[in-house]
């Protein structure tokens, strides 16, 4: 039975609506969040300008955990509901959540070499979030791993939920280990201890990057949900010059 | 105008670290727009009655 | 030479469409790395010092690992048994699936070897070294490969009983890789551990292929 | 257009004689058809004629050539066309490249769309392997010899999996193959229409082995 709502031509002729407006947010919120991250805030004190980095770390970071999150929620609405969509969100949504982890990796690298003094170390936060990109990597691997896409699925799902349990690692890790990467300063209890020139910046960026996954999730779903009508229409193409075949038979045999 | 790309001489830092999230993002989207593109020709080839944006509803899936 | 190309580009087809197969021998080989630090400690010093032959292992392993399904896929569909009744010569055919295997895994390897050294906090002046040693060894580690997996045609647990076999025959490559890496670390010259593992690529790759295809007639004889 | 034929053939596998002393021979236009209950050794005649497997004693030769197939494999393979059991379908690759990757390897130039078409799988030409049926497949596995003609065919139960419809199809190309000077060896339990073609009974030439008697 399909849901209602769950129509896939339904969710295209809603994608259709939605996809301008999220590519204009991406861009608006580009646009400004580098105008003021790049020209119109200070450099750190400490860190002079490599702060910058920020700006695209810390956004890349937060996507990267938000994009596993969400992903592992579709997955368990697939597994629960069997909901068709949610397995097609999850797929979609993997590989740019995958971007996002490495993306957080290298600035945070180039971040750290000229802060730490090393482009890597084995500190709780790095290692978990470097463990968060072969989770992504191997939903992506097990999902197309199958000839037949819905135990690819379903496989992938329970691993994606199995993997969620690195998600509070990595947000706590600051806090149960002495790491080298400094603790939560803009979601913390009490209040971003960041000073306003700066928040504006990230929080613009954030907005940036959270429209571009929005952006980009559409775009990929339109194409999974191609995808699976393709392979639907294959199935259905082969077992008809199958059924041809045995009518003629049953004609002439 | 140089001591903006210098950086505080951390420009060989941030630029290239910039330099890389908008190729990877910009990747990313051309390689998603390409995977819709060839998708929905294989599925306008497959099955011509569905033009690129279906108009009539189309329940199957 | 038209064979050669036939065969090479639909293997490299094939490896494309099924792309994840070269990228999970490359996950093997950054998670077998990733897993050192996690062993021995993370200490800069200590990683520093292992990282070469921490890395030369790995690649080892990696590229034996994707080697068991060289003729394995093609002996189960039927397609070795057409091909070998081709008029082509068979030893062309072979390189030509070593050259696809090596291009989908070794290569990746290299590629993927520096992000490691980086991860091992080795030092800069081994990446040179590191990566052209990687270049000089893989194909040879694809070529020896080539042998185990045309012998372990239809036995039982071909997996396990092909790293018996290929393993022992690694080492050398292995030893003058790594040496290479440690010779150029320590600002010794290293021209000659280099050219020794072009010495055994050149024997291999005359070598594997005549003795592959001889396996392969041999495995499809019975 | 030489003819093909084996004298004196014994072979010697599995740990037992399988038969000996046995012989054909083929001339252009000729058709074989190899009879015998299953284990009599009709696969194993197929594959010693295709040469993949050395016979124990005798030998198998081309008329125009007084070397046996297996001294010059090249000349042998390039004439000869051989259909095993196994359909060797990439599921990735669609039935057009599966079979046009076997045509170029034997000749530049073959007609893969005429012999995917002549066996009646021009609608699937761009369907991936993994969705064909196992009468497809046989189909498509066909098609690579319809592809690039050769003298010799040796077909091992064609016929298996495949429908009337395809059956049909398959003779029509097996007489036309034939019209063109070309022989063909099969075994195969249904009876394929062929007309005039000649028996070997392989029951005929099982022996008990000497060496165990």
Redesign the interface.
């Known amino acids: 039975m399909?849901h209602r709502f769950a129509?896939?031509?339904?969710f295209?002729r809603l994608a259709?609506v939605i996809q301008p407006w999220a590519a204009g947010m991406t861009f608006l919120f580009f646009v400004t969040g580098l105008y003021f991250g790049l020209f119109a805030s200070p450099?750190d004190y400490q860190q002079?300008?490599?702060v910058?980095?920020m700006y695209?770390?810390v956004p890349?970071a937060w996507m990267a955990l938000f994009c596993y999150t969400a992903m592992a929620a579709a997955c368990g609405t697939a597994l629960i509901w069997k909901h068709?969509l949610a397995d097609l969100a999850a797929r979609a949504t993997a590989?740019?959540g995958a971007?996002f982890t490495?993306?957080a990796l290298?600035?945070g690298?180039?971040?750290g070499?000229?802060m730490w003094g090393?482009?890597?170390?084995?500190d709780a936060r790095l290692t978990s979030v470097?463990i968060l990109f072969?989770l992504y990597?191997?939903y992506?691997?097990l999902n197309?791993?199958f000839?037949d896409a819905e135990r690819g699925f379903k496989a992938s799902a329970i691993l994606a939920l199995v993997g969620f349990v690195n998600v509070p690692i990595i947000k706590f890790s600051v806090d149960w280990w002495n790491t080298l990467h400094q603790p939560a300063s803009v979601l913390k209890a009490g209040g971003p201890a960041i000073h306003a020139s700066m928040l504006t910046p990230l929080i613009l960026m954030a907005l940036a990057f959270k429209a571009?996954y929005l952006?980009?999730l559409l775009?990929?779903m339109?194409?999974?949900i191609?995808?699976?009508?393709?392979r639907?229409?294959?199935?259905r193409?082969?077992q008809q010059?199958?059924m041809a075949?045995?009518v003629?038979?049953g004609k002439?045999? | 105008m140089a001591a903006f790309f210098d950086?505080?001489?951390?420009?060989g830092?941030?630029w290239?670290?910039?330099a890389?999230?908008a190729f990877?993002?910009v990747g990313?989207?051309i390689?998603?727009?390409r995977?819709?593109r060839t998708?929905?020709d294989?599925?306008a080839a497959?099955?011509p009655r569905t033009r690129r944006?279906?108009q009539e509803?189309?329940?199957?899936? | 030479m038209s064979s050669f190309i036939t065969i090479l580009s639909r293997d490299l087809k094939l490896a494309y469409r099924q792309g994840?197969d070269s990228?999970?021998v490359v996950?093997f080989f950054?998670?077998a790395v990733?897993l050192f630090?996690?062993g021995v400690g993370?200490e800069?010093n200590i990683l520093a010092r292992i990282a070469a032959g921490v890395i030369w292992v790995a690649a080892l392993l990696a590229s034996m690992l994707s080697l068991e399904r060289l003729f394995d896929a093609d002996y189960e569909d039927g397609s070795l048994e057409i091909l070998i009744l081709q008029p082509i010569t068979l030893e062309i055919a072979v390189a030509a699936k070593v050259t696809a295997h090596w291009l989908t895994t070794g290569l990746p390897l290299i590629i993927a070897a520096p992000v490691l050294a980086?991860?091992l906090?080795l030092p800069a002046d081994g990446f040179a070294v590191l990566i052209s040693a990687l270049a000089l060894g893989t194909p040879s580690l694809s070529l020896i490969g080539a042998i185990g997996a045309a012998l372990i045609l239809g036995a039982r647990r071909g997996g396990v009983l092909l790293s018996l076999l290929v393993l022992p025959l690694y080492i050398p490559v292995l030893i003058f890789g790594v040496s290479a890496v440690d010779a150029g670390l320590g600002g010794f010259p290293f021209k000659s551990h280099l050219l020794a593992l072009g010495g055994l690529l050149l024997a291999t790759l005359a070598l594997c292929p005549w003795v592959s295809a001889s396996a392969l007639r041999q495995a499809l004889r019975s | 257009m030489p003819s093909f034929s084996g004298q004196g053939l014994g072979c010697f596998r599995g740990g037992r004689l399988v038969f000996a002393n046995l012989s054909f021979a083929l001339q252009p236009g000729n058709a074989l058809v190899l009879r015998g209950p299953n284990g009599s050794g009709k696969s194993t005649l197929l594959r010693l004629m295709a040469g993949l497997i050395q016979p124990l004693e005798g030998r198998i030769q081309w008329s125009d050539s007084d070397a046996g197939i297996t001294d010059d494999p090249d000349l042998h393979y390039g004439r000869t066309h051989y259909v095993g059991h196994a359909d060797a379908v990439k599921?990735v690759l669609t039935v057009t490249e599966n079979v046009a990757f076997w045509a170029r390897l034997r000749s530049p130039q073959s007609d893969v769309a005429g012999a995917i078409d002549k066996l009646?799988?021009a609608?699937?030409a761009d369907?991936?392997g993994?969705?064909?049926?196992a009468?497809?497949k046989r189909r498509v596995n066909l098609a690579r010899i319809l592809a690039v003609p050769a003298n010799l065919w040796l077909l091992d139960e064609p016929a298996t999996a495949l429908?009337?419809?395809?059956i049909a199809a398959l003779c029509d190309a097996i007489a036309e193959h034939r019209a063109a000077g070309g022989m063909v060896v099969a075994s195969t339990h249904q009876n394929l229409a062929l007309t005039d073609h000649a028996v070997l009974h392989l029951s005929d030439y099982i022996t008990e082995d000497p060496a165990l008697v």
């Open positions: 399909i129509n896939p031509t339904r295209v259709d450099a002079g300008e490599t910058r980095i695209i770390h890349a068709p590989p740019i971007c490495l993306l290298v600035t690298s180039l971040w070499q000229p090393t482009w890597w170390v084995w470097l072969f990597l191997g992506m691997a197309n791993a000839d571009y952006w980009v775009i990929r339109r194409g999974e191609n995808a699976m009508k393709v639907a229409l294959r199935m193409q082969v010059a199958d075949d045995k003629a038979a002439v045999g | 950086m505080g001489g951390y420009g830092f941030v290239p670290a910039y890389i999230v990877v993002m990313l989207w390689m998603s727009r995977f819709q998708s929905s294989e599925l497959l099955n944006r279906q509803p189309n329940d199957e899936t | 994840m990228v999970m996950m950054v998670i990733v630090p996690f993370p800069a980086i991860l906090n | 599921p009646g799988i609608p699937l369907v991936p993994q969705f064909l049926s009468g497809q429908d009337v419809d395809a």
